[in-house]
């Protein structure tokens, strides 16, 4: 019981981590394009006590996790403030600092694939730690595959990670506002202010009706890029 509720904290310890660091580097790359607003916030840091929304960061995972059996958690941080009238670049600038999340969360599962696949396991036993964390989530039993083990250990570490972070990557990317994807369809497509302003208002209203009436686009490339990224580790 004890080894399931340490991975189940590690679960959620890597999805918090994620989104943090998903939200540094929006401000990093806000910051390399001139505007410092993250940095004056002091927001360009790891320190998770300056990006946590105590909604978002901790209860609406914890909920998550408890009501799904300890399954599945979702949540978000405090966006890094930014002041895109002061980028280099007026019509890319936004876009660029809004696609810097979601390339973040891609690198670090690139990262962790690279790790992951140095790590000398049998194919069968990789496989069952990835179809556990992907479809199952069933801690005990993966607490019984790992025990015993650093490489096994190390390689549910990774795993989780890439996890998460195709997740968030994908998500992000979707072209409605308020996430990252939306950023970049403004840039490409010409909308009228007025435009934009409503459907960042209520974008969020429409994200959640999009993913419950048709789950299927999305459900397909978050697994073709789990199928991808995880495939390379074995």
Same mark, same amino acid.
């Given at each position: 019981?004890?080894?399931? /509720?340490?991975?189940? =904290?590690? @679960? ?21 394009? &001139?505007?410092?607003?993250?940095? @004056? ?12 929304? %105590?909604?978002?960061? /901790? *209860? ?40 810097? &999340? ?10 962790? =694939?690279?790790?992951?696949? #140095? /790590?000398?396991? %049998? ?9 556990? *964390?992907?479809?199952?989530?069933? +801690? ?5 595959? *790992? ?14 990670? #890439? ?6 990557? =994908? ?16 840039? #490409? ?8 302003? /409503? ?5 969020? *209203? ?10 299927? %686009? ?7 890029? +789990?199928? #991808? ?6």
């Amino acid at each position: 019981m004890l080894n399931e /509720i340490v991975l189940i =904290v590690i @679960y959620f310890f890597i999805l918090i981590y994620s989104i943090i660091l998903h939200e540094v580097a929006h401000g990093v790359m806000a910051s390399w394009l &001139g505007d410092k607003t993250a940095e @004056y916030a002091g927001r360009i840091t790891a320190n998770p006590l300056k990006h946590i929304d %105590p909604w978002m960061t /901790i *209860i609406v995972p914890f909920l998550m996790l408890v009501l799904s059996g300890g399954r599945f958690a979702f949540g978000g941080a405090k966006p890094v403030p930014y002041n895109p009238y002061n980028l280099k670049n007026q019509k890319w600038g936004p876009a660029l600092v809004a696609l810097a &999340g979601p390339a973040s969360n891609i690198g670090i599962a690139v990262l962790a =694939v690279i790790l992951a696949k #140095i /790590i000398s396991l %049998p194919m069968n036993a990789k496989l069952d730690i990835i179809n556990n *964390i992907r479809f199952e989530s069933d +801690w005990g039993s993966l607490a019984t595959v *790992i025990s015993g083990s650093w490489g096994t250990i190390c390689f549910t570490f990774l795993t989780i990670i #890439i996890f998460w972070n195709i997740l968030l990557a =994908v998500f992000n990317l979707i072209p409605i506002p308020p996430l990252d994807g939306s950023k970049l369809l403004f840039s #490409i497509i010409p909308i009228k202010m007025e435009t934009v302003a /409503i459907l960042e208002q209520f974008g969020f *209203i429409f994200l959640i009706m999009l993913i419950i009436l048709f789950p299927g %686009p999305f459900s397909f490339l978050l697994n073709l890029f +789990w199928s #991808i990224f995880f495939s390379l580790t074995v």
